[in-house]
């Protein structure tokens, strides 16, 4: 989607627009992009939040680590906010890496969202939280939510479920366990997974 790489025209659509014919920095400024291992800057968990606007004001900080389910963590650290985290994010879980990356992207405030296994070191709850807080609001954004977490997943809105790189199955939760397939193979495990916890 952001065109690291190239694709032929007529296949990809952003706002029915083709992207090839989108201006690259038009593109990618419409595009934040948190992959499942993000980098984090030997500095302040707020300045790597307001690393792609760095003259945000601590409240927009705030809110948005409080949308990403960081806040709590980072208001018990010794420092808080201006607390250093040590090269590449050391000093933090996977989890808090992941969601201050989140909230560096939040904060950014683009039209397309996307997660590439972004909260793979979240549990289900948290995640589950997040995303409704990105669906909450009048500010309409698209989110793209690739996961292997089923629970986190089955409050998108369209789901795509792929097998060995293919879409094999489209639909929301309640229409795919309507039908025979692998989504619902899945949920069905899942819950079993789950009673067993």
Do not use: C
């Amino acid at each position: 989607m952001p065109r690291l790489l190239d694709i032929e025209s007529g296949q990809l659509f952003l706002d029915g627009v083709d992207i090839t014919k989108i201006a690259l920095a038009d593109l990618r400024g419409a595009i934040a992009y948190v992959p499942q291992d993000s980098f984090l800057f030997s500095t302040t968990i707020k300045n790597n939040i307001r690393y792609g606007d760095p003259l945000s004001e601590q409240e927009q900080i705030e809110s948005v680590a409080k949308l990403a389910q960081i806040q709590s963590e980072i208001n018990n650290f010794p420092q808080q906010y201006e607390t250093i985290v040590g090269e590449r994010g050391i000093t933090l879980s996977g989890g808090q890496r992941q969601r201050t990356a989140l909230a560096r992207a939040m904060l950014v405030n683009a039209p397309v969202l996307i997660l590439d296994d972004a909260l793979s070191s979240v549990d289900n709850q948290t995640a589950t939280q997040i995303l409704k807080n990105l669906s909450g609001g009048t500010e309409r954004k698209t989110v793209i939510f690739i996961t292997h977490q089923l629970s986190a997943a089955a409050a998108a809105d369209r789901i795509f479920v792929m097998e060995k790189g293919k879409i094999v199955e489209t639909g929301n939760h309640l229409q795919l366990l309507k039908q025979k397939g692998l989504y619902r193979t899945l949920w069905s495990q899942h819950q079993i997974e789950e009673l067993l916890h």
